[in-house]
């Protein structure tokens, strides 16, 4: 499968803003959150990854993280935290009950894919922190560009790519 290059912004300083594996290659913090609206190519920046470096990354859905043994690669890269929320009673436990288990865990890097609107803010970061004992970064994933736009119907075979 093909992929375009996303553009992420940083919430905590929006001038910041870069492709995903510049991001995790420069960024310090061990935990990396990636926001992004429903199809906005979340999980597409995360299997792009993982397709180009299979030997450092393990691309895993946080419901089976959460339940399954796996394997310790150098970056996980766990998609779907919001698809696994909607399925608990106690949504603000779920971020909590995440990083114990990273906790447990020797990655270098993580990287969680989320909706916008299913990420709680502070209270998230601040739980997830608590947990892991390290800093995270939120990003957002950025709309198309028009070059992007272009990329894309290129890709999908979309020949008017002006309507």
């Known amino acids: 499968m093909n992929y375009i290059d996303l553009t992420l912004q940083n919430l905590e300083d929006e001038k910041i803003k870069d492709s995903f594996e510049n991001i995790l290659k420069h960024n310090k913090n061990d935990v ?4 992004g609206s429903p199809g906005s190519g979340k999980t597409s920046i995360l299997k792009k990854f993982n397709n180009k470096n299979k030997e450092l990354s393990s691309f895993i859905k946080v419901k ?75 990003y957002k994933v950025c709309p198309l560009s028009y070059k992007e736009q272009i990329e894309l119907s290129s890709l999908l075979d979309i020949s008017n790519h002006k309507s």
């Not at 949504?91 to 916008?116: D, P, Q």
Request: glycine share 4%; hydrophobic share 40%.
């Open 32 to 35: 990396i959150v990636i926001l």
């Open 64 to 138: 089976d993280f959460l339940k399954f043994d796996i394997p310790n690669n150098e970056i996980l890269l766990l998609d779907g935290l919001d698809e696994y929320r909607s399925l608990e009673n106690d949504k603000v436990f779920v971020v909590t009950e995440l990083g114990n288990r990273l906790s447990k865990l020797k990655y270098k890097k993580v990287v969680i894919s989320c909706r916008e609107l299913d990420w709680y803010g502070d209270t998230d970061k601040n739980s997830l922190m608590a947990q892991i004992q390290s800093n995270v970064s939120i």
